[in-house]
């Protein structure tokens, strides 16, 4: 249910880097429901959206480029993986570069405080399934900046995975991940086909940082759990995430320093605020930020938790 507004508002500054010549290439994700939202925003010569398996093939600096990829599929990746990269037409042109472009989990990437590893499910590609004839695999989906090079037996990728990872960060299971963008040199290579990988360089962004502060509510009256709160806004970042763990049971006094409207009386309109009951069964409150209050990704607050992240019930009051 995304309104063309906001469609517009993610897909034109793609329009504008087309518009100086730089072509663009859309893989949608699971987000996305494996299609772009009122994808005619993206309508330009400069960008290819990847709405079904095919290959873009391009001429930069003499140089033949085909990028294949596929939209997210969202049933048993694994074993369909190699229809789909077929439907790609991959094979079916020369190139001197080829790059495979995906949303997808391989064998081996790690997520979460824990860093879980996907090793064999169902949607988890086996990365010895890449053939060779590929540079590399651009790939999105997991969070967390990481090269894949081998397999879980140790073996070496025909293809190394990227993941530049996201480029802020969307969860309290990142708070502590660093984020960025990656930018690769790719090259011809006179003994494998589809080219090499020269040279690669991740590029650190700046990014909100998430901040977490426990509370032992238990008794507490409410001026006190007043002050508490007061004091943990004040020594954020203005431009934190603050999440605020409340333990223990509440009177209605305390629980009423934890309104809304208190948080937003309190908070800098470039902070964001939530709030966890961690004793209390799993119980989620929406409330709208302040005028004019970034909104981080609703998968901040509402995604389904990583493996290992330690995520219990919770309500939140942005």
Same mark, same amino acid.
């Given at each position: 249910?995304?309104?063309?507004?906001?469609?517009?508002?993610?897909?034109?500054?793609?329009?504008?880097?087309?518009?100086?010549?730089?072509?663009?290439?859309?893989?949608?994700?699971?987000?996305?429901?494996?299609?772009?939202?009122?994808?005619?925003?993206?309508?330009?010569?400069?960008?290819?959206?990847?709405?079904?398996?095919? $290959?873009?093939?391009?001429?930069?600096?003499?140089?033949?480029?085909? /990028? #294949?990829?596929?939209? =997210?599929?969202?049933?048993?990746?694994?074993?369909?993986?190699?229809?789909?990269?077929?439907?790609?037409?991959?094979?079916?042109?020369? &190139?001197?570069?080829?790059?495979?472009?995906?949303?997808?989990?391989?064998?081996?990437?790690?997520?979460?405080?824990? #860093?879980?590893?996907?090793?064999?499910?169902?949607?988890?590609?086996?990365?010895?399934?890449?053939?060779?004839?590929?540079?590399?695999?651009?790939?999105?989906?997991?969070?967390?900046?990481?090269? /894949?090079?081998?397999?879980?037996?140790?073996?070496?990728?025909?293809?190394?995975?990227?993941?530049?990872?996201?480029?802020?960060? $969307?969860?309290?299971?990142?708070?502590?991940?660093?984020?960025? =963008?990656?930018?690769?040199?790719?090259?011809?290579?006179?003994?494998?086909?589809?080219?090499?990988?020269?040279?690669?360089?991740?590029?650190? /962004? @700046?990014?909100?940082?998430?901040?977490?502060?426990?509370?032992?509510?238990?008794?507490?009256?409410?001026?006190?759990?007043?002050?508490?709160?007061?004091?943990?806004?004040?020594?954020?970042?203005?431009?934190?995430?603050?999440?605020?763990?409340?333990?223990?049971?509440?009177?209605?006094?305390?629980?009423?320093?934890? #309104?809304?409207?208190?948080?937003?009386?309190?908070?800098?309109?470039?902070?964001?605020?939530?709030?966890?009951?961690?004793?209390?069964?799993?119980?989620?409150?929406?409330?709208?930020?302040? &005028?004019?209050? @970034?909104?981080?990704?609703?998968?901040?607050?509402?995604?389904? @938790?990583?493996?290992?992240?330690?995520?219990?019930?919770?309500?939140?009051?942005?």
């Amino acid at each position: 249910r995304v309104p063309p507004s906001l469609a517009y508002q993610a897909l034109e500054p793609l329009r504008r880097v087309a518009d100086q010549g730089v072509p663009v290439l859309v893989v949608p994700g699971n987000h996305e429901r494996s299609r772009i939202p009122h994808a005619r925003f993206a309508a330009h010569p400069g960008i290819h959206v990847f709405h079904e398996p095919g $290959t873009r093939r391009l001429v930069i600096r003499g140089r033949r480029l085909a /990028l #294949s990829g596929f939209p =997210y599929e969202r049933g048993g990746v694994r074993e369909g993986f190699g229809a789909l990269l077929s439907a790609t037409g991959w094979r079916e042109g020369e &190139a001197d570069i080829s790059l495979l472009c995906v949303h997808h989990c391989f064998e081996g990437a790690t997520v979460g405080p824990s #860093s879980f590893t996907f090793r064999d499910g169902p949607d988890v590609i086996r990365a010895g399934d890449v053939p060779g004839g590929f540079a590399a695999v651009l790939a999105g989906h997991v969070h967390r900046h990481q090269v /894949l090079t081998r397999d879980l037996s140790g073996r070496r990728l025909d293809a190394p995975v990227f993941y530049p990872g996201s480029v802020e960060r $969307t969860a309290f299971a990142e708070k502590d991940e660093t984020k960025g =963008y990656l930018v690769l040199e790719v090259a011809e290579d006179g003994i494998r086909s589809g080219g090499t990988v020269v040279d690669w360089q991740f590029r650190e /962004l @700046p990014a909100r940082p998430m901040v977490v502060h426990e509370v032992g509510g238990e008794g507490l009256e409410g001026p006190r759990m007043h002050e508490i709160v007061r004091r943990a806004i004040a020594d954020a970042p203005p431009d934190a995430v603050l999440r605020l763990r409340i333990g223990g049971r509440m009177g209605p006094d305390a629980r009423r320093a934890l #309104s809304a409207q208190r948080l937003r009386s309190l908070a800098p309109a470039t902070m964001n605020v939530e709030v966890v009951f961690v004793d209390e069964p799993r119980r989620i409150r929406r409330r709208s930020p302040r &005028a004019g209050a @970034p909104r981080p990704s609703p998968g901040a607050f509402f995604d389904s @938790p990583l493996p290992g992240s330690g995520h219990t019930g919770r309500s939140a009051a942005r």
